[in-house]
């Protein structure tokens, strides 16, 4: 004996529609009880520094500190390192101490170019975001940088 249901467009609908409300009441528990940390900022633990590349021209300079203004200025920036053609042409803001006292740790622009941060940059294209410096397998190639970098209390 074969017995076949029939159910109308109607009742597919209502269960339908019924489905979607549960998700969506789920969907906002879940989002509920989710809670995003918190995080601080972190003062940077170094000394103020800027280098600027000597052979720049005045407006290259002019724009460089423009920018470096805007940057800190409007966002939590606390350091700004600019390589170019095999040149740290600019160094500014809060920087490693080096192992003379009050002196910045310099930016070596030839092994800064050789480690694998700059060499994944260059192979892919694409920018690279460090969402926290020291869980990064590669934070030793950027010395230069405070060495609370990116750390959240």
Known sequence: MLVVFSISSQSRADLLTLGLAVTNVLTGLVWLSIRPKSITPVEPQGVECQVIYSHLPESVVSEILWVWESLSAVTCCKSLVIVYDCQCIVQIGVA???????????????????GSLYQGVLKSGAQSY?????????RSELPFLPSNTQVSK
């Open 96 to 114: 490693a101490k080096s192992l003379n006292i009050d002196e910045p740790f310099a930016v070596d622009a030839a092994k800064l170019m050789q």
């Open 130 to 138: 460090l969402a926290n410096l020291s869980l990064y397998p590669g």
